[in-house]
């Protein structure tokens, strides 16, 4: 077992907000997976249903920006993807609320750093973005190629359908910035032995892993 295998055991069995929220860590990702997605928290769906992004802002981000299958996104040899907090906190005044800062500080930091083999950094939101890029512009941010710990980095607005008025003041992120990053993300799924739109007649519940390996044996290389 892995350091970050360890940890995700660890994170899984976390209680420390309980009494503040309602415990159910979300953990999603093999140590190996090339692409590491890092977004604010779960919402009250994910939440129910232990499935990261399983909602609409997930189907924009899978969908429109990303353009790749479910079955791409939830493979945990392709996309690790953790968060600055990994459980719902709950409902605020306009929108969900922050998740609480040691989260971040026991478990995701410890994630990033852990995490070997990392291609591509994909940074959701600005609260994710502020915590990992302090006092820096959150749209200069989005609009300049970023480095985290020496790792390709791009950093993208919320996909939610409550975030109107950024989407607004910055119509060129979905015609001019998302197509060079979605490029760069295709690419790294390229390598991996992937194509961008998504591999024709996977099954969504088998893992990269699990295809290689039955290739293998019908070319009777295992």
Request: hydrophobic share 30%.
């Amino acid at each position: 077992m892995t350091e970050l295998e360890k940890l995700q055991t660890q994170l899984r069995a976390c209680r420390h907000c309980e009494g503040m929220l309602e415990p159910r860590p979300v953990v999603h990702g093999n140590p190996g997976a090339p692409i590491l997605q890092v977004s604010q928290a779960p919402g009250k769906k994910v939440h129910e249903t232990g499935i990261p992004f399983n909602d609409a802002s997930g189907r924009r981000l899978r969908q429109d920006w990303y353009q790749i299958s479910d079955a791409q996104f939830y493979d945990p040899d392709l996309f690790y993807i953790t968060s600055m907090g990994h459980c719902y906190p709950g409902k605020g005044k306009t929108g969900d609320k922050k998740p609480p800062r040691c989260c971040f500080d026991l478990w995701t930091r410890r994630e990033i750093e852990l995490k070997p083999g990392t291609r591509m950094m994909l940074v959701i939101g600005r609260e994710a973005a502020s915590r990992l890029f302090p006092k820096r512009e959150f749209t200069e941010l989005v609009f300049q190629d970023q480095e985290y710990d020496g790792i390709p980095c791009y950093v993208l607005p919320h996909p939610s359908p409550l975030n109107v008025r950024w989407f607004r003041m910055h119509p060129e992120f979905e015609t001019q910035r998302m197509p060079v990053i979605r490029e760069k993300l295709h690419q790294v799924l390229r390598e991996a032995g992937q194509t961008g739109s998504g591999s024709p007649g996977a099954d969504p519940g088998t893992t990269m892993t699990d295809r290689k390996e039955a290739e293998a044996v019908s070319t009777g290389s295992v």
